[in-house]
């Protein structure tokens, strides 16, 4: 069978496999997941939620420092309607 064959079903491929005994174990270990996939999975996912979530909380209070010290620092701002000035 040469590899430029247009028309390839699955049996053909099965008995391709079968002969190849090579090629098919090295599929199997490309495909097959090792058994602490999951739990390595779980664990970068964990560690990188933990990190945006240290960020967030960090700019949320450095957010607020800088309002609370301008709130604090700076005068407050008294509306135009409620000047007494005369014309």
């Known amino acids: 069978m040469k590899p430029d064959d247009e028309l390839l079903t699955e049996d053909d ?9 090579e090629l098919s174990e090295r599929l ?6 090792s058994a ?7 664990d970068d ?14 700019l949320d209070l450095l957010g607020l420092g ?7 620092l700076s005068d407050p701002a008294s509306p135009a309607d409620q000047e007494q000035e005369g014309i």
């Open 45 to 58: 996912v964990g560690r990188a939620l933990q990190g945006r979530s240290v960020l967030a909380t960090a």
């Open 28 to 33: 199997r270990a490309l495909f097959d997941p």
């Open 66 to 72: 800088l309002w609370t010290t301008r709130a604090l």
């Open 13 to 21: 491929l099965d008995e391709e496999l079968e002969e190849d005994l």
């Open 36 to 42: 602490d996939l999951r739990d390595r999975t779980a």
